[in-house]
Every structure is written in C-alpha cells, then in structure tokens.
C-alpha cells in the first residue's frame, strides 16, 4: 500500500478513535477502565490522553507492518511525545494571544497534532537504520511512557495541565457528566 495512504488512514483512524474517546467515558456509564483510556474531565492533560489512546491502539496495525523496521520504537516514542508537546504548546499560545478558550481551534488542536505525529512516524520510520542502541533505549522509554501515562491518569499531578477547567479539580474527581448535564439543560 502506498505510504501516503496509509499516512492519511492513520491520521482518519486515530482522530476517529480520539474523538470517540473524548465522550466513551460518559458513554458507557462512566466505568473506571474505561476512564483510564478515555478523557474523564475537560483538563489539557485528558485531551493529550485522547490522542495517545487511538495511537497506542493504532500501534497494533504499525507494529505488525513496520515492527522490524530498526527506526520503529524511535518512531513510535517521538510520535507519541509530539501528542504530549503540541496539544498544550497551541493550546496554550494560542490562549495566550486570544485570551480566551476558543472551542473550534480547541478541536482543531487535536487534529493537528495527530496530523504532525503521524508525519514524524512516518519520516522516521522512513529514515536510514538508527544506531541499535537507540531502538533499546527508545523501547524501554516507552514502558516509562505508558506507565507515566498511567500513572498520571490515577494520580494526575496538582499542576494547570491536569486541572478541569470547569470544576477546578483533577482527574476521576473533576469528572462532570455531559450527557446528564445536556438533558438538564434540555429540561429547562
């Protein structure tokens, strides 16, 4: 299959999956594994866990295509830390300049920085074999990736990326039902 295609599979799938984590907490009766994977407040750090979900998911069709490929780990922990870079970096500047949340380039947001993690996969799958020790090294740092990610999803830090901005409050704990808030306000 031609790598643009695939490139633009990718970028379809994991924005689809994303975004269909952004409301499965609620959607399936706000279940705890679930939340674990899933946005479970409106935090910066719940809409970076969105992205990295459908790309750890989709890391099954990439790791069976591109998984003997010597660059695959490098590729696999940079796409990953662009997710975890370029959401807040565009949110945040763009907050800044605005001063205000806007929530089309919120979206728009998401779907950029899948759209540069993908193309950085890509690029350095495509490059010349990497040193080994970097396939070791970049291996391990993406088990210290995933249980960091966990980690912060069952102990989110006290720190503005972790905060609701809404509730005012972190992780499990600043979760606020949209669909139950949606029929309240539908009632009215």
Known sequence: MDNTLI????????????????????LTGEQRPIGLFTAVNESTWEH????????????????YYYGENPNYFCAKLMSLLVLVFFIPFIFYTYKRIIKK????????????????????????????????????????ALFIFFGCYMTLTLAPLKTFLFKDPITGKYGFRAHRNFFKNLKKKSKK
Request: charged share 5%; proline share 4%.
């Open 7 to 26: 490139i633009w599979i990718s970028i379809i799938a994991i924005s689809a999956m994303g975004t269909l984590a952004h409301f499965l907490y609620d």
């Open 48 to 63: 970076i866990k969105i992205a990295i979900t459908p790309s750890l998911l989709w890391a099954l069709y990439d790791g």
């Open 101 to 140: 949340p806007v929530l089309l380039i919120d979206i728009l947001t998401f779907y950029i920085a899948i759209i540069l993690s993908q193309l950085t996969f890509y690029a350095i799958i495509g490059l010349a074999p990497m040193w080994y020790a970097c396939t070791y090294l970049s291996a391990i």
